[in-house]
């Protein structure tokens, strides 16, 4: 198990930060998530008619 | 709680960024952007080729990004000129909110996610497309263009001229006649539209040593290159229903709407070299932003109901 250096001095973010940090992981965590949306439909939408013919027999 | 030794980070120049999610959205232009997807919007509707919706939205979503990741690169390298004008000085990068590094990163990576994802989804033309337009707004224009010659915003307005060619290329698979007349559109009216907004902000310009067309040329010879381009424009937007694209309908508005910005056009030949108001300068400014999205509005308007009348016709 790893412990930290208690000696280590640390940043404290200021709360202007903190808040900022948090903004910034949640617009992260949108834009990640609608990406995985839209590749995921258009895979779909682009690729199902095909997609549906990878049938075993197809595939050997 | 970060776990950074404080002192290092110091030593580094390190600070703990406050840029917040907003600071980041400032940086892709959202106002340029606005045009950009707009304009893309009418080259992908007026293709004549049925497109999935959804396909049609990543397109036009892709597009908007890579535009923004230009607009996010643009802002990182002109940092420097953009703190001293006072049009430019409260963006992220110059007002100290975003670092050079996060704009130049957030700049990259959208730049990269947004042609691979048009390439990966749609087709790869309108992505080589996509990727020629960054690569002409952020390198020839910005980093070239910009600082050497008062026709930079000519040459360079070619990158704000391309997105209808893409949206038409995204459906299509190719590039038309009639998607170039949509670049040709916008590009001709970049000139005077942005040397109307030179005119009244030349001091700007003149602090931050862009040579603009009236600190170079002066402004009496910008009013008459305003007024050639006016005149070249106003036909070049009827172009579509002469070659049969449109119906009369978007002749007889494209028409009208180019005689108005002659008529400022006009207005701003004959303005006096100490007019210090320039309000014709400012009236055409405003006037062209609003004969850019009409034009537009009318072909889209004019696409739409002329595929209808024909379908419902046949």
């Given amino acids: 198990m790893i412990v930290a250096d208690k000696n280590l001095e640390l940043v404290t973010l200021t709360e202007r930060q903190r808040k900022a940090r948090r903004n910034r992981s949640v617009a992260i965590g949108v834009a990640l998530a609608a990406l995985v949306i839209i590749f995921y439909v258009a895979t779909i939408v682009k690729f199902g008619h095909n997609a549906s013919g990878l049938t075993p027999t197809n595939l050997m | ?314």
Avoid at chain 2, 21 to 42: C, E, H, I, N, Q
Avoid at chain 2, 49 to 56: E, G, M
Avoid at chain 2, 126 to 132: G, H, K
């Fill in chain 2, 1 to 314: 709680m970060a776990l950074a030794d404080h002192k290092l980070m110091e030593e580094v120049g390190f600070r703990m960024s406050e840029a917040t999610a907003g600071d980041f959205f400032a940086l892709l232009k959202p106002r340029v952007m606005s045009l950009v997807v707009f304009t893309a919007f009418v080259g992908l509707v007026a293709a004549p080729v049925a497109v999935n919706p959804l396909l049609a939205m990543i397109a036009i979503l892709a597009i908007a990004i890579g535009a923004g990741a230009s607009g996010a690169l643009n802002m990182w390298y002109d940092a420097d000129i953009d703190a001293v004008m006072t049009r430019t000085a409260g963006r992220p990068v110059p007002a100290g909110r975003v670092t050079p590094g996060e704009a130049l990163s957030f700049g990259l990576v959208l730049s990269v996610l947004s042609v691979m994802t048009l390439g990966v989804l749609v087709n790869w033309l309108s992505a080589a497309l996509l990727a020629f337009t960054i690569f002409f707004y952020a390198v020839v224009y910005t980093m070239w263009l910009k600082r050497w010659t008062p026709q930079n915003i000519v040459i360079g307005g070619a990158a704000g001229a391309i997105p209808p060619v893409i949206g038409w290329a995204a459906v299509t698979g190719s590039v038309s006649l009639e998607s170039l007349i949509l670049f040709l559109i916008i590009f001709l009216w970049t000139p005077p539209h942005f040397w109307a907004l030179a005119l009244f902000k030349s001091d700007d310009y003149a602090r931050a040593g862009i040579p603009m067309m009236p600190n170079v040329a002066g402004p009496a010879s910008t009013r008459r290159q305003i007024f050639a381009y006016a005149l070249i424009l106003a036909p070049v937007g009827v172009l579509p229903w002469v070659l049969g694209y449109t119906t009369a309908a978007y002749g007889a508005v494209s028409a009208v709407l180019g005689a108005g910005f002659v008529w400022y056009a006009w207005k701003v030949l004959g303005m006096a070299d100490d007019d210090r108001a320039m309000k014709p300068a400012k009236a055409l400014f405003g006037y062209s932003l609003l004969y850019l999205f009409a034009i537009f509005a009318a072909y889209l308007v004019d696409s739409i109901v002329g595929r209808a009348l024909l379908t419902g016709g046949a």
